[in-house]
């Protein structure tokens, strides 16, 4: 069994000490103490060089994961520029109002996200049935969570 390492970070000096440290991915965040937002784009710049898969963090605020249209497009951005910078695969989620994956909105994304790395993200907690949840993501292509 092979045991990875990931670490999230939030600036460049805890990017490179889980470098240093010997993580094996990085999730690329922007305030941790508020759960994780999407990163600047300097530090996505600065990751893709590390030498260590890196995936940002695809989330515009803080709070739940229901996200308005202008949100969305707000993403699909997000999701473009951390591929212009390099990086492997980013981490996504949405939720509908009673905490459902919400597929429309992840369809976007992931179509958005072609070819790159997906990871779902802590969407999946609010699932009612955690096992279609499960599912769901990985008929949308999600290879971990």
């Known amino acids: 069994m092979t ?7 939030d600036d ?25 937002l999407t ?3 300097g530090l996505m710049r ?18 739940d994961f229901r996200f308005a249209a202008a ?11 951390a591929r212009d910078c390099g990086l492997t695969g980013v981490v996504l989620g949405a939720s ?6 919400d597929e429309a909105v992840l369809r976007l994304l992931v179509a958005e996200a072609a070819g790159m790395d997906l990871t779902l993200h802590r969407a999946i907690d609010l699932c009612p ?3 279609a949840g499960v599912e769901q ?3 949308l292509g999600f290879r971990r969570i």
């Open 3 to 9: 045991i990875l390492l990931e670490v999230a970070v």
């Open 12 to 36: 460049a000096p805890g990017l490179a000490e889980a470098v240093a440290g010997g993580a094996d991915r990085v999730e690329l965040c922007a305030a941790l103490a508020l759960g994780g």
């Open 39 to 41: 990163p600047t784009l």
């Open 46 to 63: 600065q990751a893709a060089g590390c030498g260590v898969p890196c995936y940002p963090i695809i989330r515009p605020r803080s709070g």
């Open 71 to 81: 949100e969305v497009e707000v993403m699909r951005a997000d999701i473009r520029a």
């Open 96 to 101: 509908r109002p009673d905490g459902r994956l």
């Open 129 to 131: 049935d955690k096992r």
């Open 137 to 139: 993501a990985i008929a």
